[in-house]
Nanobody, 123 residues
Framework: QVQLVESGGALVQAGGSLRLLCAAS????????MGWFRQAPGTEREFVAA????????IYADSVKGRFTISRDNAKNTVYLEMNNVKPEDTAVYYC????????????????WGQGTQVTVSS
């Protein structure tokens, strides 16, 4: 069992930057693929980025590639999402998730979820 808590969400102007954190407790994060997802009102939860167990591999949604960076510090049991050049369409609740056995973009493959943190981008 692992518990995830996101932080860092805020109101930010378009073109600005934001850094989200996901802190884990209960088990070491090195056992999990970690992902970030987001969900805007009235839409399905969508994949943003994922990072492999050791941090050596990353994948991104096309909509954020080149602007967002996912990273992890297994010693601190923390995962980060650096968001640069944000756009109004990035507005959503951002969720951190952990997958024990999958290297996946699908929310169905993730076993544990945080409660989310709100990111709002103003134009």
């Amino acid at each position: 069992q692992v518990q995830l808590v996101e932080s860092g969400g805020a109101l930010v102007q378009a073109g600005g930057s934001l850094r989200l954190l996901c802190a884990a407790s209960g088990r070491t994060l090195s056992s999990y693929v970690m992902g970030w997802f987001r969900q805007a009102p009235g839409t399905e939860r969508e994949f943003v980025a994922a990072i492999s167990w050791s941090g050596g591999g990353t994948i991104y949604a096309d909509s954020v590639k080149g602007r967002f960076t996912i990273s992890r510090d297994n010693a601190k049991n923390t995962v980060y999402l650096e968001m640069n050049n944000v756009k109004p369409e990035d507005t959503a609740v951002y969720y951190c998730a952990a997958a024990l056995r999958a290297w996946s973009r699908s929310p169905r493959d993730y076993n544990y979820w945080g409660q989310g943190t709100q990111v709002t981008v103003s134009s």
